[in-house]
């Protein structure tokens, strides 16, 4: 099937370039986020990189996701892409867990400080390293359940219907439409719970009211052709409007818990989230609707480097963290490890048959 949209391509695979920078910050944070290796003093200048990128990146992803799904749909048949998607989502986040997944459990159980009791049987040790190892697998968690539930939607409110009323719109009633998807949105933030336990903890990790109505939004709205012409327009005012929520939210932020209920539910980061959203899908489809060789690599391998990246860069941040070295170079130095040991890991373990259906969901190397 030939791509129908680059500018897609490009901007899922420069947020996940984010979430490789962004996991480096985390790893290295100081201000309480949960998880990660901890500081290198009390408060730091350099954790506003997280504050800038948290609140939205992972919206866009499911944005992008939903209108993946509606491309998807159109060529492929209920049962195709529900065999699709269970291959390439629930394998990964299921056996892939076993196969590799267990590896980033032990690290992260190095990172906390935590150590398996001596005489622990080999097979519990293992079980309790894979349960450890989700990490970024929480996303293609959500998302295959998204696709499932996606069906039944659709059977409900469909999606042409929906795509012809909005062709019909002037700029000005895609504006309106934009504005209340900010509402909906606000509304969907709500759905975090204000003080977390440890399994309340995980369902404000996972958000998944907030995300499949992102999702879904993704689906009906973003997917359509006339707010593609719409934001691509308008890319520039949205752009200066995310400037502005961006400032401001990392001043009023500074500091906190950038992760928290409180900040999430919030209107100056909601704002925040979906002027940004709505900028850079302008700003790509206006920009970079277009591909080139280095692009197309980043597009075909972006999802295993999202798989295997967390592995790498705690394990990077983990040894340089014990040495002496200055501060800025062991962010340099983590950077430059997530991002080429992701590639290497990547590009090894994607050549071996088994590990790599498991792993990445693929069946055989492709662009080799």
Same mark, same amino acid.
């Given at each position: ?57 992972? %919206? ?16 492929r ?35 906390a ?10 097979p ?66 709500? %759905? ?7 399994f ?38 949205y752009?200066?409007?995310a ?7 990392c ?7 950038? %992760? ?63 040495? %002496? ?44």
């Amino acid at each position: 099937m030939k791509r129908r949209y680059f500018f897609i391509d490009n901007l899922r695979w420069v947020t996940v370039a984010l979430v490789l920078i962004y996991h480096v910050f985390y790893n290295f944070n100081a201000l309480g986020v949960f998880g990660g290796i901890g500081g290198f003093a009390e408060q730091q200048w350099q954790d506003v990189v997280g504050t800038i990128l948290y609140p939205w990146f992972m %919206t866009l992803m499911f944005v992008l996701a939903g209108m993946s799904s509606r491309y998807a749909l159109q060529y492929r048949t209920t049962k195709e892409f529900c065999k699709e998607r269970t291959r390439k989502l629930l394998v990964p986040s299921t056996l892939g867990l076993l196969v590799f997944g267990w590896v980033l459990g032990l690290v992260n159980m190095k990172a906390a400080g935590g150590a398996m009791p001596e005489g622990m049987p080999l097979p519990v040790k293992f079980l309790i390293g894979v349960v450890s190892g989700t990490g970024p697998l929480w996303f293609i968690q959500d998302l295959y359940v998204f696709s499932l539930l996606l069906l039944l939607v659709r059977k409900v409110l469909d999606a042409d219907r929906v795509g012809t009323w909005l062709a019909r719109l002037s700029n000005r009633g895609v504006m309106y439409v934009l504005v209340a998807f900010f509402f909906f949105l606000g509304a969907l933030a709500q %759905t975090q719970i204000d003080e977390p336990g440890t399994f309340d903890g995980l369902f404000n990790l996972y958000r998944p009211v907030y995300y499949f109505g992102v999702f879904l939004a993704g689906y009906y709205i973003f997917s359509s052709e006339r707010v593609h012409e719409y934001l691509a327009r308008e890319w520039m005012w949205y752009g200066m409007l995310a400037i502005i929520w961006c400032v401001w939210f990392c001043v009023w932020f500074y500091g906190e818990d950038y %992760t928290s209920p409180g900040v999430l539910q919030g209107f100056t980061c909601v704002t925040y989230c979906w002027s940004m959203t709505l900028a850079l899908l302008g700003l790509f489809r206006h920009r970079y609707d277009c591909t080139s060789p280095f692009a197309q690599y980043m597009t075909r391998s972006s999802f295993g480097l999202y798989i295997v990246h967390m592995t790498v860069c705690t394990g990077a941040c983990l040894w340089l963290k014990s040495t %002496t070295l200055p501060v800025w170079s062991i962010y340099v130095l983590a950077l430059i490890a997530t991002f080429a040991g992701s590639v290497v890991l990547w590009e090894v373990l994607r050549r071996i048959p088994i590990v790599r259906w498991c792993v990445f969901g693929e069946l055989r190397v492709r662009g080799k």
